[in-house]
């Protein structure tokens, strides 16, 4: 009878092999898991509120050169320096800390030189691939990547850091990989593009009472 023939690895060759094979699939699994959320459709709009402080009436607006459904928000009464910016939704700060660089516009030195870019920023990730983004503000934000937030939780204070001309806050909302119109309580904001300067002026909502 003949006995069984067995097979050992041939040394470190056969070792390596084994090593490579386990990378390579360690690597198609990683991958796939980067790659296969990002191929999902977006989620339904989360139902966004106005990223300022809840019964405060603000202008949205944009200009020619602001690039397409971006937002700039200012109070319509007082000063916009220093004011509480809010997150929009709940979800996960992905990004808290600089954009381009800061400038140094102050309250107290308001002409200062400008910086690039956004300045001091926030983003958020509210699950379903919908993202917010908070620009310009005054100070290093409040909240730290990887931090879970509530709506109307505080990222941090209007200012004017990075590119601007004024204290004010910057605003974006993205759906996957697009920056798409901004919603607030329910309804579209009607900036679109920046063919044109447009303003408009929306009373926030954004309020503590059944708050996600």
Known sequence: MLGAVTTQPDGPRDRRRVVLALGGAAAVLALAVVVVPLLRPPGPRPPFQLPVSCGERWRLGTYPGHDDYDVDLFPTEGDAWGRPVLASYAGTVTVAGINGSLGGRTPDNPKGPRGRGGGYW???DHG???ETQYLHLLEPPLVRAGQRVARGEQLGRVGSTGNSGAPHLHYEQHRGREKVE??????PSG???DDTEYSVTVMSNNCPTGRP
């Open 191 to 193: 900036i679109t593009d």
């Open 182 to 187: 901004t919603w607030f309580d329910g309804s």
């Open 128 to 130: 379903g691939r919908w």
């Open 122 to 124: 926030v983003k958020i």
